[in-house]
């Protein structure tokens, strides 16, 4: 399965505020790309239960410093945010919607490119199917 998020790579954020007052920074961004993951799958989609392979690709804007030269090399993107980050926030977006539980991604690989085309592109492949 493969999903397309329009749009700029969201890296995750820790909750902020402490009790009562804790809110989720990300909140707004969070229901955006998973609107856009359940219009890609449908509605008649069933959770992947088992272990599951994950590539994430990041495409992020040229910067406006940057010579044609090197954009025309395709050059890796080296600058915050960090690769971790960013995984751990598409995690839990998939969570609920396409996954069970993000503890069933036994093999996760994540790529940073820049790119005319800003988006995020996401491989998810099934394993192994369970039986019950």
């Not at 397309?4 to 909750?15: D, L, Q, R, T």
């Not at 009790?19 to 955006?32: H, I, K, V």
Request: aromatic fraction near 12%; hydrophobic fraction near 35%.
């Amino acid at each position: 399965m493969i999903l397309e998020i329009e749009g700029h790579p969201v890296p995750w954020k820790a909750h902020a505020g402490y009790g009562r007052r804790s809110f989720n920074p990300l909140f707004r961004e969070r229901e955006y790309v998973q609107w856009q993951i359940k219009n890609q799958i449908g509605s008649g989609f069933n959770l992947i239960e088992g272990p599951v392979s994950v590539v994430f690709t990041y495409y992020f804007p040229f910067p406006k410093s940057m010579s044609k030269k090197k954009r025309d090399q395709g050059c890796p993107h080296t600058k915050r945010p960090d690769i971790t980050n960013l995984n751990k926030f598409l995690e839990d977006c998939l969570k609920t919607i396409v996954i069970v539980d993000d503890s069933q991604v036994v093999e996760i690989t994540g790529r940073k490119f820049y790119s005319s085309d800003v988006k995020t592109v996401i491989k998810i492949e099934e394993l192994c199917m369970l039986k019950n």
